[in-house]
Structure formats: structure tokens, C-alpha cells
């Protein structure tokens, strides 16, 4: 025993020493990265380097050697074809963006492929703290140096040496008015500092105003933010103000100038017999739209007719925008710099103005339209047979909401159900176009099952809704629920977006080179990421396999079914989603990952998406038999169409925050509402309240039933003396503390000190975790239809 003791202790005492030993070479490495930074133009001789490191016995000649040599392999430093050693400047100096996240500190996301030899991660952000932002501020393209001791196993560090771009100079804010000037707090919860306005350039903005600011100076440690008002809003805090300030913000349009909507005016309400003559007319088929009950543009419709032979001819019609919208025309340049329709809680602000979108290209009941189509005959199994592409005109004969085409399809189901049952059909009150509604609802089934078959993700997000009174003010807020009427559309979209991009590349087989096309590309997720999001959802007791693609759609798939009527639905689907890539424009033949489509486009909505304008011009240049252009000229149209429809999608969610935020404001002070928890951070937890699905924040500060510390690994919130801890999926019960309107910000704080856990296994997981830890101190169409 006193031998295994003593052998223990020897064992101790070495590992003890060697630490000291690690500690010390990472000390010193950063001691000579540093002195290279500093002299970074002089290259020195070994013998130089031994002298100002006071290296004097061989041992630490050898370990200064060595160190020498590591800094040289991970490119830091140079060796010239003399054997001097010089800085290698550029190896600690990288270009990223600015993610302002907290008042005392920014990360730098890596924009710039790292030094050739570089041992930093391709994804490392880089903390930089806010007083050596030197102005820059969030979304901004800067150039920074790292500090020298960034691999010696702490965070990465560094400090902003210039701004290369502005990510963004105009703001919103509500003003304060002094006697001399103005202060503007802004509501871009990334700008922690108020903005100074010199009288001059106030521009009749009053006090409590809304304006949107134009930055003229930013913030240093010596000077403060100033700028001036572009443009006043209106008062703060109306429905109306709050709504032009979203657009604001996030650089979109509030209306069209006068000279474009004469442009669009003066275009003619009627359609010539010459024009109905170069098209396929269609008019005498059954046709007819579904889309929202307060859809005013509708650019879809759908036709059916039952052939002889047992098939059905299906056509999807496709409002044919690109005959009014010519290039070369102010509407066509309006188009292109909007890229598409912004859906707010309370409006459309439209790609193209009304005359377009409400009236000439929307497929309005009983009027004769003009539509680009793509028309399949289809067996009773949904295949397809014969497919035709092309322009056509169609006489819509009936205008369908969501709701009363899936209350006919219930209606008729039901009917069907009781003949089956009973022998019996009630004929009295035969449903408008029930036959017409089944089939393609019976189609659709199995159109949705084949794509599942293939692989197709099944994300089914959770979309909300507000009832409004006549001034804007949110007086409820509820989830929209998707049934078969909804489905039956998207997938006949789908299927359109899908034949068109085939049809063109089967056209180039021949070609040696495939016709360029505006592609709906949505890769592969990385696996490593879903292998980490994999472990996440283990802990809460969900079982997933991601070993390749076919398997992580699969397991996606299952999650998802697993998730349905869950408290962590929501939180979980929306961390799974974040966790794949995002869907963009572009010219490579990229395919699909959450449609499991070999190729996909953006065909069906040309009234709201500029991408589908591309789409019509690229088949219609096909169909005439002309040759390829080339991708690049392509390529800059889908970028800018990719980042405005982020711009869009960003003011949407902001628009639904707002209400939400509002809504909340409204409610008794003291209402207990029940949560989940979604996010657990150095300040605080996230808590989404399931009854409107709005997202609060629970302060650290506001835990003071003991001190709390992160646990990143396990996912929670740690208390030091009790160990009782706080974890993604709980179920909590919250009261509103703060809402912070304008911020679109909300405070919470627990009415139950004790969280429920959400599954048996978590809690056994996490019991486990907490057992190991203990006694230790344990160191995130939208109105419409879905985005494809």
C-alpha cells in the first residue's frame, strides 16, 4: 500500500511539473512571436535570437530552436535562403466581418482564406474588445491583426488596423431633442451608443420622432458617433412609423416614384388577337387559384383536364411577367434592384407596382391573362407521361382561398366516405369543382410520398399570425396550420420548378457543355455539423444517424415526426434548420439537399421573385432555340438576388418580433406564462413562451438564487452552491419583466425556481453530467408560401 502510495505521488508530482513545463513553452513561444511582431521588417541571425532571449546553455539554445521551428511550420515566421528569421507579417493579418454581439466586446468572422502553414481553425471568429473596434461597427469589413498569444490555447484575440468597407451607413432611431442638437438611440440592438445630431442637420425632426440617420462620424475611444437626418418617419411608437421604420432599417423601399408607376400605367390593360395568336390558348380548360384569403397577386394557377386514355393533363400556369416587363425599362431595373416582395404583418410591399402585380399579371378570376406554363399529362400514379413547355393565355374560372378549397376537399372526402359506407351520395348541393380538387389533392399525395421516398426533408416551420384592429394594434397571435389545400399547391409548384430546369438541361445533352440556368441551390449539410447538432439532440433523448446524406434526411425526417405536439418542437426545428445550409441563387448545377432534387429553380412567382424572371427569359431563349449564355453574366444577378431576399426575410422576422413585443406589452403584468427554454448564454437564458411563440430573455442578473455559470458543453445554465441548473428544452414558467418596444426586446424572469425537465432521458443525461461536475465550477410564402 505505502508503495502504491508513493508511486501515486511520484506520478502526481510529475504531471504537476510537467504542466509547468507546457506553460512555460507556450509563455515563451508567445514571448518571440511578440518580439517578431514588434521588429517585424528586421530579419535577425540565430545568434542575435539567443542573446536577446538570454539563451546562454545549450538547453535552452535547443528550446529556443524549437520554438523557432514551430513558428515557422504554422507560418508566423520566416526563414530567409540566408538562415535569418523575419516576420511573416501577413500570417497574422486577416480581413472579416464585424459581429457587434455585446457592448464590451465584437468577434471578427473570417472573410479571407487564412496564410498558407496556418494552424487556426477556417471557421475561428476572433474576440476583439470594443475599444479596439477603432470605429468599426457591426456588419462592417475590417482588417485586424491577431494577437501573439492566440495559440497558446486561449481564445483567439485581436484588434481592428482598419476598416476596409461599411457594412451599413443608415440607422433608425428614435430622436431626443436639446436645445443645441439632437440624440438619437438607435434600435439596432448592435449599436450600444446613442448618435449625436448637430442642430444643422436635424431636418425638422421633433422630439420622440422616428428618423433614419445617415452616419457621418463613428465612435473611438476619443470621440463619439455623429450624424444626420435623412429622412423623419413619423412619432414613434405608431403602427404606421414602426412599420416604414422596419423598411427602413434594413434598406428596403417604401413605395415607387411617380415616374415608374406612369411607366407602368401607360402599359395596356388589353391583350391583342395577334398576341393570343403566337400563344397555346387554353382558355375553355377548367382553371382555377389558391392562394391566402388576402392575396391580392396571384401568380399561379392551376388547370385539369381528364383525358380518354385514363391520364389527366395538369397545367401549371405561371402569370407571364416578362411580356409587360422588357429589359431595358425602368420597371425592368426596379425589378432587379428589389429582387422581390417584402411581407410584413401587415402589408405587402411589392416587387413590381400595382398595376403589375394586382392587376395585368394577376391571375384574377373571369378575365383572360397571359401566363407562361408548363402542362404534364399524368397517370393515375402521378408519373408523368408528356410534358409541354411553353407561353399560353387562360380564363380562370373560379378563385379559391385556402380555406374554402381544403373546406370542399373535407366536404367531398366525407361524401365519399359515407357512399363507401353507407351507399348513399347526397346530389343536392353538388361542391364547386370537387372532382377537379380531389385529383389533384390524390396526385399531390403521392407527388409529396415519392419526394420523401428520395430523401426530401420534412420541415415543417412554424409560421405566425396576428389578428390586428383597424390602427395596427395586434389583439391576438396564433400559428398558421398547413393542411392538404396548402400542400396540393406546393407541390405542384415544386413539380414545375423542378421539370423546367430538367427540360433545359436534357435540351444541352447533345452539347458537350450543359445551357446555363438560374439554379435554387441547396447543398449537402456539413456533416460534422450535424453530427454536433446530433449529440445536442441525444441529450434531450432524440436518436439520430448521420453517417451520409440518404441517412441525415432520414434521421431528419424521423426527428421531425418525433418533434410533433413536443414542447421543444419549435426551438428544435429551428435549430435543425439553422444547422443546414441556407438556400441561394446561382448558376452551378448544385441540386437540391432538402428537396432531394437533382436540379431546381424558381419558376412559379415572377410577380414577387426576380430569380423567376430569369427563369421565364432563360426557357423562352431555349424554346427559341438559341444558344447558351454565358454563366457569368448571370452570376452577380443571383448573388444580389440571394442577399435581398435575406434583406427581406430579416424584415419580416423583425415586423412579426414587433407585434410580438407589442402584443406582450398589452398583456397584466403579472400573467404566469409557460415557456421553454431555447437558448442558454454567458447572460441569461432564452425562454420562448409557448401561447405566442415570442422569445424573452432571462437575465443573469435575474437568477439571484445563487450564481450561475455557463456550461457550454452540456448545454445549461450551472448554479455554484445549489448545482440546480437551467437547460435547453425545459419547460419554465416566466412573467414579462420589460418589453422594450422599438428594440423589439423583451426581459423575463422566473415565476418557478424549478424547471421541468423536457424528457426522462435528458434529465438522466444530464443527472449524470451534474454527478460528474459536482463540487466543480462548470465554465444560442412567410405570408405566403414557403422559401425553397
Not at 38 to 46: A, D, G
Not at 530 to 554: C, D, H, S, T, V
Not at 658 to 686: C, H, L
Not at 739 to 767: G, Q, Y
Request: charge should be negative.
Amino acid at each position: 500500500m505505502n508503495k502504491r502510495k508513493k508511486n501515486s505521488e511520484v506520478k502526481n508530482k510529475k504531471t504537476r511539473s510537467q504542466k509547468k513545463i507546457v506553460t512555460f513553452l507556450d509563455e515563451f513561444k508567445s514571448e518571440i512571436a511578440a518580439f517578431f511582431e514588434i521588429n517585424n521588417e528586421q530579419p535577425f541571425e540565430l545568434q542575435q535570437l539567443h542573446d536577446h532571449f538570454d539563451a546562454d546553455d545549450h538547453k535552452m539554445q535547443l528550446i529556443l530552436n524549437g520554438l523557432l521551428d514551430e513558428l515557422i511550420e504554422e507560418g508566423r515566421i520566416k526563414r530567409t535562403p540566408e538562415g535569418l528569421y523575419v516576420s511573416n507579417v501577413s500570417a497574422n493579418v486577416l480581413i472579416g466581418k464585424v459581429e457587434h454581439v455585446n457592448k464590451n466586446y465584437a468577434f471578427i468572422v473570417m472573410d479571407s482564406p487564412l496564410p498558407e502553414g496556418s494552424k487556426l481553425s477556417e471557421n475561428a471568429d476572433v474576440w476583439v474588445d470594443s475599444d479596439d473596434l477603432r470605429g468599426a461597427i457591426d456588419g462592417d469589413t475590417v482588417r485586424i491583426t491577431l494577437f501573439s498569444d492566440y495559440r497558446s490555447g486561449r481564445r483567439r484575440e485581436g484588434r481592428v488596423e482598419e476598416v476596409i468597407a461599411r457594412g451599413k451607413t443608415e440607422f433608425v432611431g428614435e430622436i431626443e431633442l436639446w436645445p443645441k442638437y439632437g440624440i438619437v438611440a438607435l434600435d439596432n440592438r448592435r449599436m450600444y451608443e446613442d448618435v449625436y445630431i448637430p442642430e444643422n442637420k436635424l431636418k425638422g425632426a421633433q422630439d420622440g420622432d422616428k428618423v433614419l440617420i445617415h452616419l457621418t462620424q463613428y465612435a473611438t475611444r476619443s470621440r463619439r458617433m455623429e450624424g444626420e437626418v435623412v429622412e423623419v418617419l413619423g412619432k414613434a411608437g405608431s403602427h404606421e412609423t414602426e412599420m416604414h421604420a422596419i423598411l427602413a432599417e434594413f434598406g428596403l423601399p417604401i413605395r415607387f416614384s411617380e415616374e415608374l408607376e406612369a411607366e407602368a400605367n401607360a402599359i395596356p390593360d388589353t391583350i391583342s388577337a395577334e398576341e393570343i395568336g403566337r400563344r397555346r390558348d387554353m382558355r375553355d380548360i377548367t382553371t382555377f387559384t389558391i392562394d391566402p384569403a388576402d392575396a391580392k397577386d396571384f401568380d399561379d394557377a392551376l388547370s385539369v383536364r381528364f383525358l380518354d386514355n385514363g391520364n389527366y393533363e395538369i397545367g401549371i400556369h405561371i402569370a407571364d411577367v416578362t411580356h409587360y416587363v422588357r429589359p431595358g425599362t425602368a420597371l425592368e431595373q426596379e425589378a432587379y434592384a428589389r429582387a422581390t416582395s417584402v411581407y410584413l404583418v401587415d402589408r405587402t410591399v411589392p416587387m413590381l407596382p400595382e398595376k403589375l402585380s394586382n392587376n395585368l399579371c394577376s391571375l384574377r378570376p373571369n378575365e383572360d391573362k397571359l401566363t407562361f406554363s408548363v402542362v404534364v399529362e399524368m397517370s393515375p400514379e402521378a408519373k408523368i407521361k408528356h410534358e409541354w413547355f411553353g407561353r399560353t393565355v387562360i380564363h380562370s374560372d373560379k378563385r379559391f382561398s385556402y380555406e374554402e378549397a381544403q373546406e370542399i376537399l373535407e366536404m367531398q372526402a366525407a361524401a365519399d366516405k359515407a357512399a363507401t359506407e353507407e351507399g348513399f351520395v347526397d346530389l343536392s348541393a353538388p361542391l364547386p369543382y370537387a372532382k377537379e380538387l380531389t385529383l389533384l389533392n390524390t396526385l399531390a399525395h403521392k407527388l409529396r410520398a415519392d419526394r420523401f421516398a428520395k430523401g426530401a426533408v420534412n420541415f415543417e416551420t412554424v409560421e405566425v399570425k396576428f389578428r390586428l384592429d383597424e390602427a395596427g394594434k395586434p389583439l391576438g397571435i396564433y400559428t398558421k396550420v398547413r393542411k392538404d389545400a396548402h400542400k396540393l399547391i406546393e407541390e405542384f409548384m415544386l413539380l414545375a420548378n423542378r421539370r423546367v430546369p430538367e427540360f433545359i438541361y436534357q435540351k444541352s445533352k447533345d452539347k458537350g457543355h450543359p445551357n446555363t440556368m438560374v439554379y435554387r441551390v441547396h447543398e449537402e449539410p456539413d456533416m460534422e455539423k450535424l453530427r454536433i447538432f446530433a449529440a445536442f439532440a441525444g441529450r434531450l433523448g432524440y436518436k439520430m444517424k448521420f453517417e451520409n446524406e440518404k441517412l441525415a434526411a432520414q434521421s431528419l425526417n424521423q426527428l421531425m415526426e418525433d418533434l410533433e405536439g413536443k414542447p421543444e418542437q419549435n426551438a428544435l426545428e429551428q435549430l435543425a434548420i439553422r444547422t443546414m445550409a441556407k438556400a441561394r441563387y446561382g448558376t452551378e448545377d448544385a441540386g437540391h439537399f432538402g428537396l432531394a432534387f437533382k436540379r431546381y429553380s424558381h419558376f412559379t412567382s415572377p410577380i414577387r421573385r426576380y430569380p423567376d424572371m430569369m427563369a421565364h427569359r432563360l426557357l423562352q431563349h431555349y424554346l427559341d432555340g438559341k444558344p447558351s449564355p454565358d454563366r457569368a453574366e448571370l452570376e452577380p444577378a443571383c448573388k444580389h438576388s440571394s442577399a435581398r431576399e435575406q434583406l427581406a426575410a430579416n424584415a419580416e422576422r423583425a415586423s412579426i418580433k414587433y407585434k410580438q413585443v407589442e402584443f406582450m406589452a398589452s398583456m397584466e403584468p403579472d400573467r404566469v406564462w409557460n415557456g421553454i427554454i431555447t437558448g442558454v448564454t454567458e447572460f441569461g437564458i432564452f425562454v420562448e413562451i409557448t401561447d405566442t411563440a415570442s422569445e424573452g430573455l432571462v437575465r443573469m442578473n435575474d437568477l439571484n438564487d445563487d450564481y450561475y455559470e455557463l456550461d457550454k458543453e452540456n448545454y445549461r445554465l450551472v448554479g455554484q452552491r445549489t448545482k440546480k441548473f437551467y437547460t435547453f428544452g425545459d419547460a419554465v414558467k416566466v412573467k414579462v419583466k420589460e418589453t422594450n418596444i422599438s428594440r423589439r426586446s423583451m426581459d423575463l424572469v422566473l415565476a418557478d425556481a424549478n424547471p421541468t425537465r423536457s424528457t426522462s432521458s435528458f434529465k438522466n443525461t444530464t443527472e449524470r453530467s451534474r454527478q460528474r461536475s459536482a463540487g466543480s465550477s462548470p465554465k444560442d410564402k412567410g405570408a405566403r408560401r414557403k422559401r425553397r
